[in-house]
């Protein structure tokens, strides 16, 4: 349930790795990757969509239930138009290649975010490839698209103030699982890890409540260089942490 700690899964594919039940990505450096070979911003971002393709097809050869993926946030839009309307043309194509691939491979996508103002016919995509895939059991993809955690908080506390003001939710009813069940993550784990490229470190407003217990793994590739060899030295930074959700841990013992 949301707000809970994460169970891992325990296998060895192949080097008796912990393998997470969900994984987090804030998939960054396109346009540094594009600009260090002297390419339009936009080819890195094309280059972007081959390296999400390659982590889908990891996490199912894995075995990790869970992936959600920062494509697009609500701070996005501040970039430049054309910029925004080659993201967006770039979700459509890649939804338009790889629905049935997914499909195949058994994988269910949610998309979160805001869909308040967003181009209708993005909508109708967005709502066609959930319907598509609902039935699927295996690989989760969640894409968090126009999508920024602070609002994600201020809508769930709406929600359940109105709730209240309708009479039909008592304030002191109001605890940390209901609020979960209130965001747009309502159903999925809190991610166990959460990786991001480039170098940085911060979360820049991606999951802040879900992230609570999360390990945090930064690296220094840009996300078209992460391949299958960053996501398992990324498994073994997490088969090697001593995860406590504020107990003492293991190694204390």
């Known amino acids: 349930m949301a707000g809970e700690p994460a169970a891992s899964v325990n296998v060895a594919p192949g080097a008796g790795l912990k393998i997470p039940r969900h994984i ?14 002297g390419k339009r911003r936009t080819e890195g971002h094309v280059e972007g969509v081959k390296a999400l393709r390659g982590l889908v097809e990891h996490c199912i050869t894995y075995g990790v239930p869970y992936l959600t993926v920062f494509s697009f946030s609500s701070e996005n839009w501040s970039r430049p138009p054309d910029e925004v309307s080659f993201i967006f043309n770039l979700l459509r194509r890649f939804v338009a290649s790889d629905l049935q691939r ?11 975010g ?4 967003l181009d209708h016919s993005l909508v109708k995509l967005i709502e066609d490839v959930e319907a598509k895939t609902e039935g699927n059991t295996g690989l989760t993809l969640v894409v968090a698209f126009n999508y920024g955690a602070k609002a994600e908080i201020v809508a769930a506390a709406r929600h359940l103030a109105r ?9 002191d009813e109001i605890d940390e699982q209901r609020l979960g069940n209130a965001l747009y993550t309502a159903g999925l784990p809190d991610p166990d890890v959460i990786i991001r490229t480039s170098g940085e470190q911060r979360l820049s407003n991606f999951l802040l409540w879900q992230a609570a217990y999360s390990e945090f793994v930064f690296v220094d590739e840009h996300w078209p260089d992460f391949n299958e060899a960053s996501f398992v030295r990324v498994l073994e930074t997490f088969t090697n942490r001593d995860r406590r959700f504020g107990g003492i841990g ?3 013992l």
């Open 24 to 37: 987090g990505v804030i998939m960054d450096g396109n346009g540094r990757w594009a600009k260090q070979r």
């Open 102 to 112: 997914l499909i195949r491979n058994n994988v269910r996508v949610r998309i979160i």
């Open 114 to 117: 805001a869909r308040e103002g």
């Open 163 to 171: 709730e209240v003001a309708a009479g039909r939710l008592d304030p």
């Open 250 to 252: 293991t190694a204390a």
